[in-house]
Nanobody, 127 residues
């Protein structure tokens, strides 16, 4: 049974930092792409960042470029999202997800392509 468990969310002031973690279990993720998505109230779920597990290749959304960094620790089977210079518009529930594939596809950026999801963690940025 695949499980993705997020942690690290919370309340932070604008300009602050948080690091989200996603502990993955239940299978080998060497052939998977791991992604972070977020959903704000009344908005669609949107792509934030992703990492190809095997190569460590990463990509992220323009809205977070230069502020957020995705990484993974193979030994701990954990994916991280380091979020710096947070803005009120970053407020959302953040989800970790996994999709099969070790290359970049258009589907790597689409939430409906992801097979496994965590429960989400709330990030609130106050102004």
């Amino acid at each position: 049974q695949v499980q993705l468990v997020e942690s690290g969310g919370g309340l932070v002031q604008a300009g602050g930092s948080l690091r989200l973690s996603c502990a993955a279990s239940g299978r080998t993720f060497s052939s998977y792409t791991m992604g972070w998505f977020r959903q704000a109230p009344g908005k669609d779920r949107e792509f934030v960042a992703a990492i190809i597990w095997s190569s460590g290749s990463t990509d992220d959304a323009d809205s977070v470029k230069g502020r957020f960094t995705i990484s993974r620790d193979k030994a701990k089977n954990t994916v991280y999202l380091q979020m710096n210079s947070l803005k009120p518009e970053d407020t959302a529930v953040y989800y970790c997800a996994a999709t099969y594939g070790s290359r970049w596809y258009v589907s790597s950026y689409v939430s409906s392509s992801y097979d496994y999801w965590g429960q989400g963690t709330q990030v609130t940025v106050s102004s």
